[in-house]
């Protein structure tokens, strides 16, 4: 099976990254290469520009692909599918006029002119609209072309609108919102080794921004604490080992029982979102948790 991923760019490292985290380590490396193999025998990684790599999928060149939604629309085949939003390379394809001009909503572009890198896009958009507008075609400077007069409008990528407010755009109008998918022909969607692959990336996805808690908690103030955890399905609730026993005398049994508020313990496992972890570390303490563990999750499948 042949993966396509971006081979440079800004979508290139993530890509690379995300599927080493997945557990598809490259043995050859991926710099100034056209392919490279994986630790799965079964599984190579190709090597391609982001806009070419939904028609390296639909022609069978690639079983599936790692490359932006927005290219896959531009590329307009028809027999390609997403299986997973990747959830990185966030942008959004934009309407955007000049600031002091006459162009304030789609409908005044009636018989005007548009500028943009994504064609097949911005005709799609235009015919979804009813308007009727010639769409021109430039590989760069987009930005520029309304105050030289070769476009009224155009249809351009941004992720902060920076870019738009220096050149005195203004957005009109969202066309297409785009981040990074894992791409499959749909003849392989519901092959095995597709879906093993979909899952290794999803799992490393749903890890992100989580935290793995454990904790010893007295069985008494169990309640307590399942309430102030905002874990994933719940916190898991497992006995601990030889709780409250010891080979020493009865009164360090005792001792121990004391030490831990009076009753056994209870290990309490659970995943929550990084930003919790502070408040819940807090709430776990006044419910009497001891021994309170933190760490990374590398990858969670749900």
């Not at 943009?116 to 760069?140: H, K, L, M, Q, Y």
């Not at 203004?170 to 879906?195: C, I, M, N, T």
């Not at 955890?229 to 001792?255: C, F, H, K, R």
């Not at 496992?269 to 990084?274: N, S, Y």
């Amino acid at each position: 099976m042949r993966i396509a991923v971006p081979n440079k760019g800004r979508l290139h490292d993530p890509s690379i990254d995300l599927l080493e985290r997945a557990g598809l380590h490259l043995e050859n490396g991926a710099d100034r290469r056209l392919y490279a193999a994986t630790v799965d025998p079964d599984v190579t990684v190709v090597f391609a520009r982001a806009a070419d790599i939904p028609e390296y999928v639909a022609d069978g060149a690639a079983d599936l692909g790692i490359t932006g939604l927005d290219q896959v629309h531009e590329a307009g085949v028809g027999n390609v599918e997403s299986l997973l939003d990747l959830e990185f390379g966030r942008c959004r394809l934009v309407l955007a006029a000049p600031e002091d001009g006459d162009v304030e909503t789609v409908e005044d572009l009636e018989g005007g002119t548009v500028a943009t890198e994504f064609p097949t896009i911005t005709r799609n958009f235009f015919d979804d609209a009813g308007v009727e507008a010639a769409i021109v075609e430039v590989s760069g400077a987009t930005e520029l072309t309304p105050h030289v007069e070769m476009a009224d409008a155009i249809v351009d990528i941004t992720s902060t609108g920076t870019t738009l407010k220096v050149n005195r755009l203004a957005v009109l109008e969202e066309v297409l919102s785009s981040s990074v998918h894992l791409f499959a022909r749909e003849d392989v969607v519901d092959d095995p080794k597709v879906e093993e692959v979909r899952t290794a990336l999803s799992s490393v996805i749903a890890a992100d921004g989580k935290r793995y808690l454990m904790m010893n908690v007295p069985k008494a103030r169990l309640e307590d604490v399942r309430e102030v955890i905002p874990g994933l399905g719940g916190p898991t609730i497992m006995d601990i080992a030889n709780d409250g026993e010891s080979s020493d005398s009865p009164s360090s049994q005792n001792a121990s029982r004391s030490a831990n508020g009076g009753g056994e313990k209870v290990a309490v496992h659970a995943v929550v979102d990084e930003r919790d972890v502070f408040e819940t570390i807090t709430d776990v303490k006044a419910c009497g948790a001891s021994g309170i563990l933190v760490t990374e999750i590398e990858r969670l499948v749900e």
